[in-house]
């Protein structure tokens, strides 16, 4: 079974300052690797994924994503944040072989002005 | 529909009460996910729907919780006796093919029982 952990709960980080937000997975063989993003409010939205190729995946709203099979990591990045990033953002594992998805505890970014 | 639907939006029940929670996915969607978040919580994985597969009913909490789905088409969540630790949001997603595609979420029942 797959799980999906992400080690920080709350991140707070300065507009303009980078960001990078964790997220360790646990599968037995090549997953499918998502981050979607939830603002206050609204629905959740994909910001990218990765299921082959560069390891290096581009999203929406300037993110960008790293597979580390040796890690086991797909940690999300943005190099310069903006006050309207500040949501709680999700990591996701989709199992290859059933499609099955699990998601992360999620992480809280607060943006300082 | 242009997303996926889900109703009510927001529910209040009193304890002991059976709720069923409705989604309606996008159509042509095979897959089908329920989870449950409660206040300040990930996302809990419920149960996955996929085509004409037996559903994955692992995340189900207890027997209270039951869900069933239409062909490829509506889904209905069902929750009996319920507790006051059910309050929660519960969000229904659906997917082309569960595999590499994005998952699409509804905007959730926010169920809250008194």
């Known amino acids: 079974a797959q799980s999906v952990t992400q080690p920080d709960i709350h991140i707070t980080v300065s507009e303009g300052a980078s960001l990078e937000l964790r997220c360790n997975y646990s599968?037995?063989?090549?997953?499918?690797l998502f981050w979607y993003v939830q603002s206050p409010g609204q629905g959740l939205q994909l910001l990218l994924k990765?299921?082959?190729?560069?390891?290096l995946v581009q999203g929406i709203k300037g993110f960008e994503a790293e597979f580390k099979r040796s890690q086991s990591s797909f940690n999300l990045r943005k190099p310069s944040v903006h006050w309207s990033d500040a949501a709680e953002y999700f990591c996701?594992?989709?199992?290859?072989?059933?499609?099955?998805?699990?998601f992360g505890q999620g992480t809280t970014l607060q943006v300082k002005p | 529909g242009a997303g996926v639907s889900q109703s009510p939006s927001n529910k209040v029940t009193e304890k002991g009460k059976d709720v069923e929670l409705r989604c309606d996915p996008i159509?042509?969607?095979?897959?089908l996910y329920w989870y449950r978040q409660r206040l300040g919580q990930g996302l809990e994985f419920l149960i996955y729907?996929?085509?004409?597969?037996?559903?994955?009913k692992s995340g189900l909490p207890s027997d209270r919780f039951s869900a069933e789905r239409t062909g490829e088409s509506v889904s209905t969540l069902t929750i009996q006796r319920t507790q006051q630790e059910d309050s929660a949001v519960y969000l229904c997603?659906?997917?082309?093919?569960?595999?590499?595609?994005?998952?699409?979420f509804g905007q959730g029942t926010r169920l809250t029982v008194v």
């Open positions: 997603a659906s997917s082309t093919t569960g595999y590499s595609t994005e998952a699409f």
């Open positions: 599968y037995g063989a090549t997953p499918y």
């Open positions: 990765y299921f082959s190729g560069d390891t």
């Open positions: 996701a594992v989709g199992a290859s072989n059933t499609g099955k998805l699990i």
């Open positions: 159509s042509g969607h095979t897959a």
């Open positions: 729907f996929q085509g004409n597969s037996a559903p994955d």
